[in-house]
């Protein structure tokens, strides 16, 4: 099965070893996976500040890049959310719509492809430790991923999963929020980190590099020993026996 890589503007420039996992974890399952250099950002912060336009040519640079791909893989929920959202961005645009829609049925965020499309729900991971999981607001509202992560994450050899309470809240990052809105997203950030710290956990998992961002740059300003982890790395770990 041949696979591309969308690695998203914040797992190429912050989060690399997400992006390495990814694609050993892609690999493992027998997946072929290539790398188009032509990609750039989803688009979302342009589209979330109302610079449609802007959003419209990215967009368009976006769906060429991987115009030629199978699959499109990506361990950022948001992101592959937004390509989603390319079919209403580009309306009036009828040629181009028709490419949204197919860029969109090939897209998928990396559980989601592991649980729907390989079929996959063990990835063969060992990782003795408590971690709790953050539930991202555009993956689970918008892309519709609620169970595919915990599935595999449940399937993890030595990893004691503890339930998060409140974890359909927002962290307080959704993109440009932060930035315009810094108190509110602080609030929300620090209403996030008291339950996390409640369960106890070791580990914070996520699949999305803006929440991990956002809510690990915060535990670090507090010196929390709460380690922050994406999903593809965990999945990716293994302990010698």
Sequence with gaps: ?????????????????????????????GCTVDFPKSQTCCGQPAFNSGYHKDARKVAKQTIQ??????????????????????HHLLKGEPEWQVEAGKLS?????????????????????????KATYHTSCHMMRLLGVMNAPQTLLNHVEGLEMIDLSRDYDCCGFGGTFAVKMPDI???????KMRC?????????????????????????REESPVKVMHIAEVLNHTEAR
């Design 1 to 29: 099965m041949n696979v591309s890589l969308f690695i998203t503007c914040l797992g190429d420039m912050f989060y690399p070893n997400a992006g390495k996992a990814t694609v050993e974890l892609l690999e493992k399952f």
């Design 65 to 86: 890049a991987f115009q030629n791909s199978s699959y499109v893989v990506s361990p950022s929920g948001s992101c592959v959310a937004m390509l989603h959202e390319y």
């Design 105 to 129: 049925a090939k897209s998928y965020e990396l559980t989601q492809f592991f649980v729907n499309v390989l079929r996959v729900e063990d990835a063969g991971a060992s990782f003795h430790a």
């Design 185 to 191: 997203s602080k609030e929300m950030v620090d209403e």
């Design 196 to 220: 996390i710290h409640d369960t106890g956990a070791d580990i914070l998992i996520s699949a999305d590099a803006g929440c991990m961002m956002n809510i690990g740059g915060r535990m670090e």
